[in-house]
């Protein structure tokens, strides 16, 4: 269904709408979901909608692999305060994936904190 040229022609928002399309329609293929995760991985120019949306989109699926747990990683290096671009959309979508995937290298600390209006101690 997805084709590995396509993949690396498009752009990290392009392949984050895909991951997105797919979970909607209920579509699900964990190598898909791992090739088009590695790719969002991969650019570096990700911005925090791509980062997010992938995310949910994998929650949706209820897609959790080594490919998951590599973003999850990445997202947790991010700033994720709005100084850092993450919107409010953008971190209730990264916390909804975590919670429902168990995300164990998802730093909590880090996204807590991003937003103080979410989440106070």
């Excluded at 909607?24 to 570096?44: I, M, R």
């Excluded at 209820?62 to 991010?78: F, I, K, T």
């Amino acid at each position: 269904m997805v084709k590995p040229e396509r993949i690396s022609s498009s752009k990290p928002q392009e392949i984050s709408n895909v991951l997105w399309a797919l979970a909607a329609l209920g579509w699900y293929e964990p190598v898909v979901y791992d090739k088009l995760l590695a790719a969002v991985q991969g650019s570096n120019v990700a911005e925090p909608q791509n980062f997010s949306n992938a995310m949910y989109s994998c929650a949706i699926a209820s897609h959790h692999s080594s490919s998951v747990d590599g973003l999850a990683q990445l997202v947790s290096e991010q700033d994720v305060s709005k100084q850092g671009g993450w919107d409010d959309q953008d971190l209730a979508s990264t916390l909804y994936a975590r919670a429902v995937l168990s995300i164990q290298g998802l730093n909590s600390d880090s996204l807590e904190g991003g937003h103080g209006s979410f989440c106070e101690r």
